[in-house]
T-cell receptor, first 111, second 115 residues
Framework: SQKIEQNSEALNIQEGKTATLTCNYT??????LQWYRQDPGRGPVFLLL?????KEKRKERLKVTFDTTLKQSLFHITASQPADSATYLC??????????FGPGTRLSVLP | SAVISQKPSRDICQRGTSLTIQCQVD?????MFWYRQQPGQSLTLIAT?????????ESGFVIDKFPISRPNLTFSTLTVSNMSPEDSSIYLC????????????FGPGTRLTVT
């Protein structure tokens, strides 16, 4: 069956460290993979999109990798700050149009 | 990006009734979507709201239960019909600008509680 998993429900890290979040998928062949941030009581906010032919993408302190062989994406936040605390969702396209979302990882950056 | 608003922001409704949620965007968009996010869960796509034609529903969602309108390129409504407590959820609209941009921008959500 088709499945998207994100490494853990919750991840606690110390301020200044690099946070690494994982998104694994089964029985999908996405051409695109996205990462979103969601704060409590708000809608998700788009962060990054990476295509299947791209290995890595960066935006400021964010870096995303996409390994179609491992069926995995890694999302890194370098020099993390307490303001980075949020739930992070990966999403992948299932038919070239619509996206399916993973369950999310709640990140807490401790001062 | 754009400003996306939803009305109401929250509501408490009795079972058996219906609620219509509005989604307004301050600029024209190509694609509009409706999602459901149940407590502690991720987002599930309900349907794609097509301008001028019937919405495209995902498996498990039907028009009789979730009728959708999209009269123009800036506005859509989702109705949750004949509600039961299982419909308690956050309902979110999202938009894409341009065909195949794939970047979705979400409204703030409507928190629905059915008693």
């Amino acid at each position: 069956s088709q499945k998207i998993e994100q490494n853990s429900e919750a991840l606690n890290i110390q301020e200044g460290k690099t946070a690494t979040l994982t998104c694994n998928y089964t029985n999908y062949s996405p051409a695109y993979l996205q990462w979103y941030r969601q704060d409590p009581g708000r809608g998700p906010v788009f962060l990054l999109l990476i295509r299947e032919n791209e290995k890595e993408k960066r935006k400021e302190r964010l870096k995303v990798t996409f390994d179609t062989t491992l069926k995995q994406s890694l999302f890194h936040i370098t020099a993390s700050q307490p303001a980075d605390s949020a739930t992070y969702l990966c999403a992948l396209d299932k038919n070239g149009q619509n996206f399916v979302f993973g369950p999310g990882t709640r990140l807490s950056v401790l001062p | 990006s754009a400003v996306i608003s939803q009305k109401p922001s929250r509501d408490i409704c009795q079972r058996g009734t219906s609620l219509t949620i509005q989604c307004q965007v301050d600029s024209q968009v190509t694609m509009m979507f409706w999602y459901r996010q149940q407590p502690g869960q991720s987002l599930t796509l309900i349907a794609t709201a097509n301008q001028g034609s019937e919405a495209t529903y995902e498996s498990g969602f039907v028009i009789d239960k979730f009728p959708i309108s999209r009269p123009n390129l800036t506005f859509s409504t989702l109705t949750v019909s004949n509600m039961s407590p299982e419909d308690s959820s956050i309902y979110l609209c999202s938009v894409e600008f341009g065909h195949h941009s794939y970047e979705q921008y979400f409204g703030p959500g409507t928190r629905l509680t059915v008693t």
